[in-house]
């Protein structure tokens, strides 16, 4: 009513990643439009309305402004694949170029809608398209180290997994029950560093509007200065995977096996 998207929250997350002197991925997609890509048949059904109506265009002034000065932050931009894309490798590969031509630079990888996921054919057209990481293996309602603690290598090759430890949607009610979602986390982070794990969590922008969803921008800062206390690297998958093959370094510095993990982003 105000005249002002309440989930545009590009600046905050930036200021308080700044202050902590850390960088995450942001993920962008390039989703259909319902009355212009979808079937006349969807055009009055809810799931229409949830998955194709009202979806920003990449490459809207606004939108690709923001792509840029996270990118020249050192924030990572990756791809945010489309609902359907998962089992569409061609619509992968043009949402792909549709990220990297407002981006200018090459996209390295991403995470699925609705973490969609055909295992590991998902994984094989992520890789065609040129994509070398994915993050979409892993849950909206439950959390953990269900899928290990390191990245996967499914085809044995340069593409790699990173699965996803938590969502916040996942975790204990954070605007209700705070101190229990701070447990959760807390106790991920201890078991990330005794097991020397490397540990992911997806935070969606919008949880950062504090009228809408109060409690989840400070869990999010005392999520990463507990893992920074821990001595982990914190940091964005596209960065950690440039470093897998030189494990001594990360973006120039040298970082001790033990200090390399957790790992969140």
């Known amino acids: 009513m105000p005249g002002r998207n309440p989930y545009w929250q590009f600046d905050r997350v930036m200021a308080l990643e700044r202050d902590l002197g850390v960088r995450s991925a942001f993920y962008f997609m390039d ?3 319902l009355f212009r890509d979808r079937p006349p048949r ?29 990118a020249e932050g050192g924030w990572e931009v990756g791809l945010h694949g489309s609902y359907e894309s998962y089992r569409d490798g061609d619509r992968l590969a043009r949402e792909k170029a549709a990220v990297e031509a407002v981006l200018g630079d090459e996209v390295r990888g991403g995470r699925q809608h609705y973490l969609n996921l055909d295992a590991p054919a998902t994984w094989r057209r992520q890789a065609d ?3 070398r990481y994915d993050s979409s293996l892993g849950s909206s ?9 390191e990245p996967l290598r499914p085809f044995d090759d340069e ?12 975790l204990p009610d954070i605007a209700e029950r705070p101190a229990a979602a701070w447990a959760a986390c807390d106790a991920l982070l201890r078991e990330a560093c005794d097991e020397g794990a490397v540990m992911t969590v997806l935070w969606h922008p919008r949880t950062f509007s504090e ?5 989840h921008a400070d869990l999010y800062r005392r999520l990463i200065e507990r893992a920074r206390e821990l001595g982990a690297w914190v940091g964005p998958p596209g960065e950690y995977y ?11 510095k040298t970082v001790p096996a033990a200090d390399r993990a957790p790992y969140e982003g």
């Open 211 to 215: 009228a809408d969803f109060p409690n």
């Open 159 to 170: 593409f790699v997994v990173f699965p996803l430890t938590a969502m916040e949607a996942a």
């Open 129 to 131: 398209a040129g994509l």
């Open 31 to 33: 989703e259909q439009r």
């Open 141 to 149: 309602t439950t959390y953990g180290f269900e899928h290990g603690y």
């Open 42 to 70: 969807e055009w009055l059904t809810v799931e229409g309305w949830k998955l194709y109506a009202g979806r920003y265009s990449v490459d809207d002034p606004r939108v690709a402004d923001a792509v840029r000065r996270l």
């Open 242 to 252: 440039a470093a897998m093959d030189h494990p001594d370094r990360t973006e120039g």
